[in-house]
């Protein structure tokens, strides 16, 4: 079994659900408490042990490579007015992972921003990561699947169970229970099903652990629904030729690409801040009123 080694986070979609904050900044470096949240996701890549990240990137979004490079000036201003603590958080997040970025020139479309990854990632199986989606939880997300990974050799996705009105947002996977604690085999993926077309609650999320045959399958997908190559035609694909398992991971995901999954997120991280969770938890308690709050 090949060892996993490189993620891909696509990062060059347009962001219009977050317009007009994200005109002129990548709705990926919108801050969660003190971190953009490419960040938290490429801190999650480095905590399952991976050695490569590699993203998708397009016009206007060099502030995320930039975020993970070195800034000799600002290092330099910060020496000489003995700012070490904050030099060396700079230091970190600069050294945080190897990453190699690919760019997109069209938004054709998610599967089109993976296929995007095909010289880079080669002849190895590799993970995917949505650069808007942060998932919290004890072990990182993609730790979990590398694990089930080792047991299973194939390709997985993480799904978390969704109210049956909400399916019509999500890919949505049905498939029989395994052997393997919170994992089944897919049996048939569809895209945001409309009422009634699948009676699963089985949501993809935006982590995927995928074979390196879905280049080749990505690479004859036609264009689907908005004119996009769309990943779950090809994931089909891929899970009818090899075999697929959807993993119902442990925690929490927030779609921080969404308005309203962006504030829960700020507003989880922020209750769990070592410095500002006190403060935080107390202005909340008043502004939602002492009686009824349990935070
Ligand atoms: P989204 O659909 O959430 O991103 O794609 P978007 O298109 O930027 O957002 P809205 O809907 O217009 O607000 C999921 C992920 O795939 C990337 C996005 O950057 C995001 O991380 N993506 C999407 C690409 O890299 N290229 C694309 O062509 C489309």
């Known amino acids: 079994m090949k060892k996993i080694r490189k993620a891909v986070i696509p990062v060059a979609g347009l962001g219009t659900r977050f317009l007009p904050a994200t005109k002129a900044i990548p709705k990926e470096m919108l801050t969660i ?25 397009s016009e206007g979004k060099s502030a995320i490579e930039n975020h993970f490079d070195y800034n000799y000036e600002l290092d330099n201003v910060l020496k000489e007015k003995n700012k070490h603590a904050l030099r060396e958080e700079l230091a970190r997040t600069s050294n945080l992972i190897e990453i190699v970025s690919v760019r997109q020139k069209k938004p054709l479309g998610l599967g089109h921003a993976i296929w995007m990854a095909r010289h880079v990632v080669g002849d190895e199986p590799f993970l995917v990561l949505l650069g808007d989606d942060l998932v919290r939880s004890e072990t990182p997300c993609c730790r979990q699947m590398l694990d089930l990974y080792e047991q299973v050799g194939e390709s997985i996705v ?7 009105e909400q399916t019509c947002h999500y890919g949505i996977v049905e498939g029989e229970a395994t052997a393997f604690e919170r994992t089944c085999k897919v049996s048939r993926m569809i895209e945001k099903p409309s009422l009634g077309m ?31 190559i769309q990943l779950t035609d090809a994931l089909q694909a891929l899970s009818n030729r090899r075999g697929m398992y959807a993993y119902e991971f442990q925690g929490r995901r927030y779609d921080a690409g969404d308005k309203l999954g962006y504030l829960k997120a700020i507003i989880d991280v922020a209750l769990d801040h070592p410095t500002l969770g006190g403060p935080f938890r107390k202005h909340l308690k008043a502004v939602c009123g002492n009686d009824d709050c349990r935070l």
């Not at 953009?36 to 590699?54: C, D, L, N, R």
């Not at 993480?158 to 049956?164: D, E, L, T, W």
């Open 33 to 57: 408490v003190d971190r953009p949240t490419i960040q938290y996701i490429v801190e999650e890549v480095v905590a399952s042990g991976i050695q490569e990240v590699i993203l998708i990137t």
């Open 158 to 164: 993480a799904i978390q169970r969704v109210p049956m």
């Open 198 to 228: 699948s009676n699963s609650d089985k949501a993809i999320i935006g982590r995927y652990l995928l074979m390196p045959e879905i280049f080749e399958i990505l690479g004859n997908t036609k264009p689907g629904h908005g004119g996009e």
